[in-house]
């Protein structure tokens, strides 16, 4: 979702007539949008706003987004700093920037503008803030409550964003299941317009909570436009420590949710989240946990070592599990994840599956090194003659590497 604000400023700014520029050492402006989930990412979030600063001493920087939320005096002091702005003003920060309003969109100096890389997949904010209560989460207090953008709005930003040229829109939020609830809609009401007012030729969605989702939800896979891949944050697979975790899910539901996502979705893979070492979790627990995501087979796991955040009622909880007990359940995660991942891959070798081919690694005498994803997002690539960059196409899928994470595919060219 943090990729979405941040291209939604720079079509703003580039709307405005201002050239975004990928060598820090010409900016007059760093805009950093941060992320405080783990405190590593509240550390890498300093590290950049440091390293920009060395790299450009002249240009100013404006901080935004969840840790500027939660610890703006501490931000305020960072290097080169001008500007905290925190996630309700977010929106607007072009506008603070430059002083200019934001007119209503027009892609046309955009697409003018060369320097933005290859156009491929867009990703589009729908929602934000969270009504949940998970007891690790300081996203909730980040972000605060859910909030929706109108279905005109996301219709109208999906076209625009198609006659850029680009070939997929990913539907994003902080809790993008609730989408709508706050306007008296729906997330499949949502899907099911854009797919019947747009022609984007791929729609994707990204994080959904289970419990969000209800049987009839999978119709709208019926439409082919809709990828058939969910990311479905699982946290744990056992039921003692996603009590404690206060997610409104057990094994029982999860199970029946993916088999019924699975007989209704043709090609369905299914990513998830995994956090390791959360407080009071006992090595059977683990056990527990670890033996229900493989039942599941995943095709790819977000691994995440618990961190401690101020302000979660997590963060007072007995039985906090040490560092070092952390990292080692981690590995074993990791090494869960790289067989599921190989699993997946071996499962759709020699099928044809639709491809977004999204950028160019290099060349060889041969041809040049395309890399894209499936539909159901396995990461694929291919030596063709020509650069692929953009294109949809149908490619047959060969061997694994399990180093790279990826398939090597034959493009399907008619």
Same mark, same amino acid.
């Given at each position: +979702?943090?990729?979405? !604000?941040?291209?939604? +400023?720079?079509?703003?700014?580039?709307?405005?007539?201002?050239?975004?520029?990928?060598?820090?050492?010409?900016? !007059?402006?760093?805009?950093?949008?941060?992320?405080?989930?783990?405190?590593?990412?509240?550390?890498?979030?300093?590290?950049?706003?440091?390293?920009?600063?060395?790299?450009?001493?002249?240009?100013?920087?404006?901080?935004?987004?969840?840790?500027?939320?939660?610890? #703006?005096?501490?931000?305020?002091?960072?290097?080169?700093?001008?500007?905290?702005?925190?996630?309700? *003003?977010?929106?607007?920060?072009?506008?603070?920037?430059?002083?200019?309003?934001?007119?209503?969109?027009?892609?046309?100096?955009?697409?003018?503008?060369?320097? /933005?890389?290859?156009?491929?997949?867009?990703?589009?904010?729908?929602?934000?803030?969270?009504?949940? @209560?998970?007891? =690790?989460? $300081?996203?909730?207090?980040?972000?605060?409550?859910?909030?929706?953008?109108?279905?005109?709005?996301?219709?109208?930003?999906?076209?625009?964003?198609?006659?850029?040229?680009?070939?997929?829109?990913?539907?994003? *939020?902080?809790?993008?299941?609730?989408?709508?609830?706050?306007?008296?809609?729906?997330?499949?009401?949502?899907?099911?317009?854009?797919?019947?007012?747009? !022609?984007? #030729?791929?729609?994707?969605?990204?994080?959904?909570?289970?419990?969000?989702?209800?049987?009839?939800?999978?119709?709208?896979?019926?439409?082919?436009?809709?990828?058939?891949?969910?990311?479905?944050?699982?946290?744990?697979?056992?039921?003692?420590?996603?009590?404690?975790?206060?997610?409104?899910?057990?094994?029982?539901? =999860?199970?029946?949710?993916?088999?019924?996502?699975?007989?209704? &979705?043709?090609?369905?893979?299914?990513?998830?989240?995994?956090?390791?070492? =959360?407080?009071?979790?006992?090595?059977?627990?683990?056990? /527990?946990?670890?033996?229900? &995501?493989?039942? +599941?087979?995943?095709? *790819?796991?977000? $691994?995440?070592?618990?961190?401690?955040?101020?302000?979660?009622?997590?963060?007072?909880?007995?039985?906090?599990?040490?560092?070092?007990?952390?990292?080692?359940?981690?590995?074993?995660?990791?090494?869960?994840?790289?067989?599921?991942?190989?699993?997946?891959?071996?499962?759709?070798?020699?099928?044809?599956?639709?491809?977004?081919?999204?950028?160019?690694?290099? @060349?060889?005498?041969?041809? =040049?090194?395309?890399? *894209?994803?499936?539909?159901?997002?396995?990461?694929?690539?291919?030596?063709?003659?020509?650069?692929?960059?953009?294109?949809?196409?149908?490619?047959?899928?060969?061997?694994?590497? #399990?180093?790279?994470?990826?398939?090597?595919?034959?493009? /399907? $060219?008619?």
């Amino acid at each position: +979702m943090n990729q979405a !604000e941040i291209d939604s +400023m720079a079509r703003q700014f580039q709307q405005q007539g201002h050239e975004v520029v990928h060598d820090p050492t010409q900016a !007059e402006q760093f805009i950093v949008n941060t992320c405080t989930v783990t405190h590593e990412a509240s550390k890498t979030s300093r590290k950049l706003i440091r390293e920009l600063h060395r790299a450009n001493p002249h240009a100013q920087t404006t901080v935004t987004g969840c840790y500027a939320q939660v610890a #703006p005096d501490d931000v305020m002091k960072l290097p080169g700093v001008v500007r905290v702005v925190d996630n309700t *003003g977010k929106d607007n920060i072009v506008q603070t920037i430059t002083g200019v309003t934001v007119k209503d969109f027009d892609h046309e100096p955009i697409a003018r503008d060369t320097t /933005i890389p290859g156009r491929t997949r867009a990703f589009v904010k729908v929602q934000d803030g969270c009504d949940n @209560a998970c007891t =690790f989460c $300081i996203t909730t207090v980040a972000r605060g409550a859910g909030r929706s953008r109108t279905i005109d709005e996301v219709v109208a930003e999906i076209r625009q964003l198609h006659q850029m040229g680009y070939q997929e829109t990913v539907l994003t *939020g902080v809790h993008l299941g609730s989408y709508g609830r706050d306007l008296g809609q729906n997330l499949k009401q949502l899907v099911q317009t854009i797919l019947q007012q747009t !022609e984007i #030729p791929r729609l994707r969605l990204s994080s959904l909570e289970p419990w969000d989702l209800t049987e009839d939800f999978f119709e709208l896979w019926q439409n082919p436009r809709l990828c058939p891949h969910l990311h479905l944050p699982l946290q744990s697979g056992c039921d003692t420590t996603l009590k404690r975790m206060r997610r409104n899910t057990t094994q029982d539901e =999860f199970t029946a949710l993916v088999a019924t996502a699975r007989a209704h &979705i043709p090609n369905l893979l299914i990513t998830t989240d995994v956090i390791a070492g =959360f407080p009071g979790e006992t090595d059977e627990e683990f056990a /527990i946990s670890c033996a229900f &995501i493989e039942q +599941m087979a995943f095709s *790819g796991m977000h $691994i995440f070592r618990y961190s401690k955040r101020a302000g979660t009622p997590a963060a007072r909880m007995k039985g906090q599990v040490p560092e070092a007990i952390k990292k080692q359940r981690s590995k074993v995660l990791h090494r869960m994840a790289a067989h599921m991942q190989q699993r997946a891959a071996n499962l759709f070798k020699g099928q044809a599956l639709s491809v977004l081919w999204e950028h160019v690694t290099g @060349a060889t005498q041969d041809g =040049f090194i395309n890399v *894209g994803y499936t539909d159901n997002y396995l990461r694929v690539w291919a030596l063709h003659p020509r650069v692929l960059t953009n294109h949809i196409t149908q490619a047959t899928l060969g061997e694994y590497d #399990p180093d790279k994470n990826q398939i090597q595919a034959y493009p /399907i $060219i008619e």
